[in-house]
Every structure is written in structure tokens, then in C-alpha cells.
């Protein structure tokens, strides 16, 4: 099966933790996105990559880190200096062309405690 | 002016109606527009995209674009009950590297049986 996997599907951080959230794609995509999506609102792109060993911030990439050594995998990395990271987390890849879509993984809830 | 706005909703329909979806955008270098139905909990999922002005028909979904007025709207006919969801538009401004979509809010929609 072609698809995007997430993991963990939920998550569960104390203050002052860092914790890496998992994102692979079998779709041979070149262009792969994180985003964050809180109660009631859209999502907000925190970082993307259009290919291999090169990332660029979104709108809100502060506290957050990522890394693109592989095609298939992109994680992301929540920091303690993201104040307040709980929410939802949404990856998502596509062939990276202008007009392509872009489709999305199961997501992971991070929660901090 | 917000980039990407959605009608606040919610919006509520009888079964068996048409329901109307409107979304406006700002930046008139937009080059295609996404329309994302996601289910309490889980990932947004594609239901349609869009590039040229006029209509575009899925089933029982038509998208129709108007570029020269900035708005993109999802028509969905004989409304059923497992319509009920959020839905996300999306505009993608950029090209190649710096493609990116960027998500209106979401409107709630309750079809009621």
C-alpha cells in the first residue's frame, strides 16, 4: 500500500522535553510539509522540504526542528522552547510540482502534561 | 485582509439540500485551489482541486472558481449525513521550490437526517 504513516499516533511530553514525531511516505514524493493544526482553526505550515537535505521554515517554525537526510522520512522535532506544543500534527508530501496536491498522513496528537 | 477566509459557519443543511461553500483569497498570483473534507479527529483528506476559472464537477461535488473576484466555492448536491465535516480550502501561491498551500480556517457542516 502507497501511503504516508505517522507515529506515534498519540504523544504525551512533560515540560522540558524534546520529542520527535515520525513521518514517512512510500509515494517516491519528492516535496514533504509539516503543519500544525490547534482547536478550531486551519493548518499553519511549520517547515517543508522540497528535497533531499534541504528544508525551509514556515510560518511558524520557531521551537521546532527538522531533518531530510532521507526521500521517504522527514521527522520533526518539537523543543523545549516551543511554549506551547500541544496540538495536533499533520505531515504531508507531494510530487512537489505547483499545482499538485498534497496528500496527507494520519497525524499525531502531541500533549504536553 | 486574512489570505485565506472561510464563511465562520457553522452551516447547517437538511438532508437531501445543496450546500454552498465559499472561500475567499488575496493574492491574485494564486495559482490553484484545494478543497479538503476532514472528520473530527483525523486528517484532512483531498475532495477536489482547481486551476481554471469556471466549474469543475466530481460527482456529486462541483467546484467553481472565479479568479478575477478572488473566490473559490465547493457546491455539494443531495447532502447526506456523512457529509458532515470540516472543510479546509486551500490556495497554492508559489511555484516549484516555493510551492506551498496556505488553509483557510474550515467551515463546519451538519447535515441534518
Known amino acids: 500500500d502507497g501511503g504516508i504513516t505517522q507515529s506515534p499516533k498519540y504523544l504525551f511530553r512533560k515540560e522540558g522535553q524534546n520529542v520527535t514525531l515520525s513521518c514517512e511516505q512510500n509515494l517516491n514524493h519528492d516535496a514533504m510539509y509539516w503543519y500544525r493544526q490547534d482547536p478550531g482553526q486551519g493548518l499553519r505550515l511549520i517547515y517543508y522540504?522540497?528535497?533531499?537535505?534541504?528544508?525551509q521554515k514556515g510560518d511558524i517554525a520557531e521551537g521546532y526542528s527538522v531533518s531530510r537526510e532521507k526521500k521517504e522520512s522527514f521527522p520533526l522535532t518539537v523543543t523545549s522552547a516551543q511554549k506551547n506544543p500541544t496540538a495536533f500534527y499533520l505531515c504531508?508530501?507531494?510530487?512537489?510540482?505547483?499545482?499538485?496536491?498534497?496528500?496527507f498522513g494520519p497525524g499525531t496528537r502531541l500533549t504536553v502534561l | 485582509q486574512k489570505e485565506v477566509e472561510q464563511n465562520s459557519g457553522p452551516l447547517s443543511v437538511p438532508e437531501g439540500a445543496i450546500a454552498s461553500l465559499n472561500c475567499t483569497y488575496s493574492d491574485r498570483g494564486s495559482q490553484s485551489f484545494f478543497w479538503y473534507r476532514q472528520y473530527s479527529g483525523k486528517s484532512p483528506e483531498l475532495i477536489m482541486f482547481?486551476?481554471?476559472?469556471g466549474d469543475k464537477e466530481d460527482g456529486r461535488f462541483t467546484a467553481q472558481l472565479n479568479k478575477a473576484s478572488q473566490y473559490v466555492s465547493l457546491l455539494i448536491r443531495d447532502s447526506q449525513p456523512s457529509d458532515s465535516a470540516t472543510y479546509l480550502c486551500a490556495v497554492n501561491k508559489g511555484a516549484g521550490a516555493n510551492s506551498k498551500l496556505t488553509f483557510g480556517k474550515g467551515i463546519t457542516l451538519s447535515v441534518r437526517p
Open positions: 482547481i486551476y481554471s476559472n
Open positions: 522540504s522540497q528535497i533531499v537535505n534541504d528544508f
Open positions: 504531508a508530501s507531494s510530487s512537489g510540482v505547483a499545482t499538485d496536491t498534497q496528500y
